[in-house]
């Protein structure tokens, strides 16, 4: 079944503890990236990456890493979590993204995450 | 900068009823729009994508429509259940960006 994976799920975790959320997804996507969702201010994009070691910022970056050392894996790192970062976040991919492709996107299932 | 707008943000029908939820974008150079339904808590399911060219994409239910010169797409539910109750978004893609553009979405509920 082709789809897109996130784990943990669900994650409660204090101040400062580095954590990685895993995302992989098996269509063979090159665009991947991630979202976070909060109330109020809808969903925003965080990193996004056009394929294997390249990867740019998207419009909420502060306080997040990634990495696409593989082409079907896309880890969201917080080296230093705070309760700002409270959320929920999607990770997603599409075949291509570039200037002139169209594609759909394809969504995880969300990981909740909870910094105390 | 690409602004999106859905609404209204909440709808509430009784079931039977045929719906047609909006979503204005505000710079016409786009790629394609997709249409988003999200159970609360849970990921985003893919509905329709509309490519540029096109004027309307259809899968059971829902008619997605898209008027790229007035930056507008309607998305229409015939017969609304109680089971289409969700919140609804729409994505556009830009032309000269890599970040997608989503709207807020309408929060639907479809009672009995």
């Known amino acids: 079944e082709a789809q897109v994976t996130q784990n943990p799920r669900y994650l409660i975790t204090v101040t400062g503890k580095k954590l990685t959320v895993t995302c992989s997804q098996n269509?063979?996507?090159?665009?991947m990236s991630w979202y976070r969702q909060d109330p109020g201010l809808g969903l925003r994009q965080i990193y996004y990456?056009?394929?294997?070691?390249?990867?740019d910022k998207g419009d909420v970056p502060e306080g997040y890493k990634v990495s696409r050392k593989e082409k079907r894996n896309f880890p969201l790192i917080l080296e230093s979590p705070s309760p700002n970062q409270t959320s929920l976040y999607f990770c997603?991919?599409?075949?291509?993204?570039?200037?002139?492709?169209?594609?759909?996107?394809?969504f995880g299932p969300g990981t909740r995450l909870t910094v105390t | 900068k690409q602004e999106v707008t859905q609404i209204p943000a909440a709808l509430s029908v009784p079931e039977g009823e045929n719906l047609v939820l909006n979503c204005s974008f505000t710079?016409?150079?786009?790629?394609?729009l997709q249409w988003f339904r999200q159970d609360p808590g849970k990921g985003l399911t893919s509905l329709l994508l509309?490519?540029?060219?096109?004027r309307e994409q259809t899968s059971g239910r829902l008619n997605a429509s898209l008027d790229k010169s007035s930056g507008r797409s309607t998305l229409y539910i015939a017969a609304s259940q109680p089971g289409d109750s969700a919140t609804y978004l729409c994505?556009?893609?830009?032309?000269?960006?890599?970040?997608?553009?989503f709207g807020r979405g309408t929060s639907l509920i479809v009672h009995p």
């Open positions: 997603a991919s599409s075949l291509s993204w570039w200037q002139g492709d169209s594609y759909e996107q394809y």
């Open positions: 269509m063979n996507h090159e665009y």
């Open positions: 990456s056009m394929n294997v070691e390249v990867t």
């Open positions: 710079d016409s150079a786009i790629y394609n």
């Open positions: 509309i490519q540029s060219s096109q």
């Open positions: 994505a556009v893609k830009g032309r000269g960006s890599y970040i997608p553009t």
